[in-house]
């Protein structure tokens, strides 16, 4: 492979696992309430 692919490889490959950590970090900060869903009423469209 040449230097310019690896380098796109790590880039892609750091947005995509950043973007997991990102959202694993953000859910652990702000998890769902089941009860919150549970109680509120649905809305029509």
Partial sequence: MDASAIIMMVLFLLVIWGGLVA?????????????EATTS???EL
Wanted: aromatic fraction near 6%; charged fraction near 25%.
């Fill in 23 to 35: 959202s694993i970090v953000h859910y652990a900060g702000h998890p769902d309430d089941p009860e």
């Fill in 41 to 43: 009423p649905a809305r």
